[in-house]
């Protein structure tokens, strides 16, 4: 920090360089050097065309349903009307049978989500400067799809108890939820970067769930007010657009915790002189 003795000049050119140095832009520097937002828009839009088709495809075998289960959840869950609620339906509503499901779109769907999770295995790794997933670890991938799934899954069924049920039952079930989005996290962030040592972990984890929190809340004050201008506008194109905005927040939470506790870490290893 600068000195208040010191000239004008001085003063300023230290503060600048004090504010160069540190912690919050060291944590965009790196942003912006691992190019994260391009990657966000990536991944945000690779689990758009993977993760939701294998929830529809899910939904249908377990359930003997077509996507309107999964639309009933998401108008419920925002409180959707009229346009809105018509366009969701009109998404996520299929003609064909469970029977005719096409399993080459199944496998291209199973494809793709084995990819995005190569790809965030990638991401992490380049965040923490460990390495990725190696040739006899790809299986990992195979599991944390599963485990994305079932999250949804569960996390589901939570809220419809906490929608559903008493304050006390509210309660425990938004305790479940946030136990959930931790375990998840450290799941997910141990499956996709096996060598991440407990110092990164922990506090990632911890971080990603705050973030999954904040997203929960920005979504439920916003995305109702998205969905319907959007439906209005473009029908259910326009609910994909809401829709990706909300995986792409889910996805910047998903890379901005991980970057925080990396840069954290890295600078409290660093000298002294470094970190002033």
Same mark, same amino acid.
């Given at each position: 920090?600068?000195?208040?003795?010191?000239?004008? =000049?001085?003063?300023?050119?230290?503060?600048?360089?004090?504010?160069l140095?540190?912690?919050?832009?060291?944590?965009?520097?790196?942003?912006?050097?691992?190019? &994260?937002?391009?990657?966000?828009?990536?991944?945000?839009?690779?689990?758009?065309?993977?993760?939701?088709?294998?929830?529809?495809?899910?939904?249908? &075998?377990?359930?003997?349903?077509?996507?309107?289960?999964?639309?009933?959840?998401?108008?419920?869950?925002?409180?959707?009307?009229?346009?809105?609620?018509?366009?969701?339906?009109a &998404?996520?509503?299929?003609?064909?049978?469970?029977r005719?499901?096409?399993?080459?779109?199944?496998?291209?769907?199973?494809? *793709?989500?084995?990819?995005?999770?190569?790809?965030? *295995?990638?991401?992490?790794?380049?965040?923490?400067?460990l390495?990725?997933?190696?040739?006899?670890?790809?299986? @990992?991938?195979?599991?944390?799809?599963?485990? =994305?799934?079932?999250?949804?899954?569960?996390?589901?069924?939570?809220?419809?108890?906490?929608?559903?049920?008493?304050?006390?039952l509210?309660?425990?079930?938004?305790?479940?939820?946030?136990?959930?989005?931790?375990?998840?996290?450290?799941?997910?962030? @141990?499956?996709?970067?096996?060598?991440?040592?407990?110092? &990164?972990?922990?506090?990632?984890?911890?971080?990603?769930?705050?973030?999954?929190?904040?997203?929960?809340?920005?979504?439920?004050?916003?995305?109702?007010?998205?969905?319907?201008?959007?439906?209005?506008?473009?029908g259910?194109?326009?609910?994909?657009?809401?829709?990706?905005?909300l995986?792409?927040?889910?996805?910047?939470?998903?890379?901005?915790?991980?970057?925080?506790?990396?840069?954290?870490?890295?600078?409290?290893?660093?000298?002294? *002189?470094?970190? =002033?």
């Amino acid at each position: 920090m600068p000195d208040a003795s010191d000239p004008p =000049q001085v003063g300023i050119a230290r503060l600048r360089e004090w504010a160069l140095e540190s912690y919050p832009a060291a944590v965009l520097r790196r942003f912006f050097d691992l190019e &994260l937002l391009d990657r966000s828009f990536g991944l945000a839009a690779q689990a758009f065309v993977a993760l939701l088709p294998l929830l529809i495809v899910a939904v249908s &075998l377990v359930l003997n349903s077509d996507g309107d289960v999964l639309a009933t959840q998401l108008t419920n869950r925002f409180g959707l009307s009229g346009a809105a609620d018509v366009a969701v339906h009109a &998404l996520f509503q299929s003609d064909a049978a469970v029977r005719t499901i096409s399993w080459l779109a199944v496998a291209m769907s199973v494809l *793709s989500a084995f990819s995005l999770a190569r790809r965030l *295995s990638r991401t992490y790794a380049k965040i923490f400067g460990l390495p990725s997933l190696r040739r006899s670890q790809l299986w @990992r991938g195979v599991v944390w799809i599963a485990v =994305q799934i079932t999250l949804f899954s569960l996390a589901s069924e939570l809220r419809a108890v906490r929608r559903e049920s008493g304050v006390a039952l509210a309660v425990l079930a938004i305790l479940a939820i946030l136990l959930l989005w931790f375990a998840a996290d450290i799941a997910g962030l @141990r499956l996709l970067v096996p060598t991440i040592p407990r110092r &990164l972990l922990i506090p990632a984890a911890i971080l990603s769930g705050v973030g999954r929190t904040g997203v929960t809340v920005w979504a439920t004050l916003y995305m109702p007010r998205l969905l319907t201008e959007q439906a209005e506008q473009f029908g259910p194109i326009g609910v994909t657009f809401a829709l990706f905005t909300l995986i792409l927040a889910g996805v910047l939470v998903l890379l901005i915790a991980p970057l925080l506790v990396a840069v954290w870490v890295e600078r409290q290893a660093a000298p002294e *002189s470094v970190r =002033q």
